[in-house]
């Protein structure tokens, strides 16, 4: 037991001593943490154009319902293509 502590107290004082990873395991998990707030708890809204051909009704149906996604239908592939080079859909 007393050997586990001195090996114990010998390793934690070489951590200490190194500052490359008392920066690894105090500031990195710091600096992700703010980058996941930044990530998660921005308040912009983004709206989805898409664009279906020759779809199923209940596919397209419940693509509409959802929030920020507007589903457009168009007759032909070809129209789809074009809108979509044209960058008023986004898929």
Excluded: C, W
Aim: glycine content about 4%.
């Amino acid at each position: 037991m007393r050997r586990s502590l001195t090996i114990a107290k010998r390793i934690l004082l070489e951590l200490i001593k190194d500052k490359r990873t008392l920066a690894l395991v105090i500031i990195a998990p710091v600096f992700i943490l703010f980058l996941v707030h930044l990530a998660f708890n921005s308040n912009q809204t983004t709206d989805v154009k898409i664009g279906t051909v020759n779809m199923n009704h209940q596919v397209v149906s419940n693509m509409s319902d959802m929030k920020h996604v507007n589903v457009n239908r168009y007759s032909g592939i070809n129209n789809a293509k074009k809108k979509l080079h044209d960058q008023k859909l986004d898929g």
